[in-house]
């Protein structure tokens, strides 16, 4: 098997909503030996925040000499990037090998796992065979029926701000998609939980209180920002001064979750040194959020997808376009809530350039071309490649976003 077909047969398999569970991805682990059992992890799940949230962490720890293991998802730019250890991603030999093992495994079931099933069994066999010290596990949907809730007690369970989302699937309140979100919580593990709504945050004390879980609410007025600029933020936290590479105002309350779970660990024995932890922040990288592509002309690429994640990309396009207009090149999922997403977009747009995702989800171009111009927003479709050129020839001085 190569990587290729590796991952031809674990995209084979889409996520599977025939029966929510924890059912196939225990068998899965049973039948390949719980590696899980003997890892240690720090348990992630939230509506926005949570990748920039490992990724914080995990560079930390690693500069504190870990070795540490970080399993996301999706993926933005390569398959393997969802399997890493200390920044770099599985390698296309290793997922080859440990997928054709696991492959021999979930044939043999009679409830095929699926696709995040198999990736996480994949993960969980590659940080155990690499001795990892510890993995940041960031929660693909929800927390409670997630595959990655197949783990014992973590060392800390974070819940990272919450906001409705996949009401399908997780409930249709705050207070519902909280509860359920708060699966991860477990007896013998520490907790930490941004202090968002007041209705989510009671429900974090409930189920801490409930199984004697010492928990730790975010209290931001610790956090004063200090500036920031397109090469990132500054900020005190408890007088002391940080730069942080992640722009945007709600990364500064992500960066007091990391803090907090920091000093969790720290309860629980893990040494974090006070340098790692400035270097940590100072040096990370995470794409896609707010990430800088180029300058002349400015291009930043986001990947917000849900009215959370547009008011803070919103409230960050104040301050780092000083009142230009942006082209907006884009594309959106039709089960989105793209229209509430899309309006917080509007009054920073000079005009918006649309594409179709690849995804069987998508919405296609000329959709969104014909709702934007129907708000009185100029608008085009560009699904070849001779309109990308023609973006590409658009003015400098317009900010791609």
């Keep these: 098997m190569t990587k290729e077909d590796a991952i031809g047969y674990i995209e084979n398999y889409g996520w599977s909503t025939t029966r929510l569970g924890l059912e196939r991805t225990r068998e899965l682990l049973q039948r390949v030996g719980d590696p899980q059992k003997k890892l240690k992890f720090i348990h992630v799940a939230g509506s926005n925040g949570k990748g920039s949230t490992c990724a914080m962490l995990a560079r930390i720890l690693e500069l504190s000499g870990y070795k540490v293991g970080m399993y996301i998802s999706p993926y933005i730019e390569e398959f393997c990037e969802r399997i890493q250890i200390n920044g770099e991603y599985i390698d296309g030999d290793s997922l080859a090998r440990i997928t054709e093992y696991v492959m021999g495994e979930a044939e043999q079931m009679e409830d095929h796992p699926s696709q995040f099933e198999l990736v996480t069994a994949i993960g969980m066999i590659y940080f155990l065979e690499q001795k990892v010290d510890i993995v940041v596990l960031e929660v693909g949907m929800g927390g409670a029926l997630d595959s990655t809730n197949a783990i014992d007690a973590p060392e800390v369970a974070v819940i990272t701000n919450i906001g409705l989302e996949h009401t399908e699937y997780l409930g249709n309140t705050l207070e519902e998609i909280a509860s359920t979100k708060a699966g991860i919580?477990?007896?013998?593990?520490?907790?930490?939980?941004?202090?968002?709504?007041?209705?989510?945050?009671?429900?974090?004390?409930?189920?801490?209180?409930?199984?004697?879980?010492?928990?730790?609410?975010?209290?931001?007025?610790?956090?004063?920002?200090?500036?920031?600029?397109?090469?990132?933020?500054?900020?005190?936290?408890?007088?002391?001064?940080?730069?942080?590479?992640?722009?945007?105002?709600?990364?500064?309350?992500?960066?007091?979750?990391?803090?907090?779970?920091?000093?969790?660990?720290?309860?629980?024995?893990?040494?974090?040194?006070?340098?790692?932890?400035?270097?940590?922040?100072?040096?990370?990288?995470?794409?896609?959020?707010?990430?800088?592509?180029?300058?002349?002309?400015?291009?930043?690429?986001?990947?917000?997808?849900?009215?959370?994640?547009?008011?803070?990309?919103?409230?960050?396009?104040?301050?780092?376009?000083?009142?230009?207009?942006?082209?907006?090149?884009?594309?959106?999922?039709?089960?989105?809530?793209?229209?509430?997403?899309?309006?917080?977009?509007?009054?920073?747009?000079?005009?918006?350039?649309?594409?179709?995702?690849?995804?069987?989800?998508?919405?296609p171009a000329k959709d969104l071309a014909e709702w934007f111009r129907n708000r009185g927003a100029k608008a085009e479709a560009a699904d070849d490649f001779v309109s990308g050129i023609k973006i590409a020839e658009r003015r400098p001085e317009r900010t791609a976003s």
């Design 185 to 363: 919580i477990k007896t013998g593990c520490h907790a930490v939980c941004y202090d968002g709504a007041p209705v989510v945050t009671e429900v974090i004390k409930k189920v801490c209180k409930e199984k004697d879980v010492p928990l730790r609410c975010v209290d931001f007025s610790r956090l004063t920002p200090v500036s920031e600029s397109l090469d990132g933020q500054k900020f005190l936290w408890d007088g002391k001064k940080y730069d942080l590479a992640l722009l945007g105002e709600h990364q500064l309350h992500n960066v007091a979750t990391v803090l907090n779970v920091i000093e969790a660990l720290k309860e629980r024995g893990w040494k974090v040194t006070a340098k790692a932890i400035k270097e940590g922040l100072k040096t990370v990288k995470w794409p896609a959020r707010l990430e800088i592509l180029g300058r002349k002309p400015l291009f930043i690429l986001d990947g917000g997808h849900n009215p959370q994640c547009a008011e803070a990309l919103a409230n960050s396009l104040d301050k780092l376009l000083g009142g230009r207009k942006a082209t907006f090149l884009l594309g959106v999922l039709a089960d989105k809530d793209y229209p509430t997403m899309m309006d917080m977009m509007m009054p920073y747009a000079a005009e918006f350039v649309c594409l179709t995702p690849d995804s069987g989800r998508a919405l």
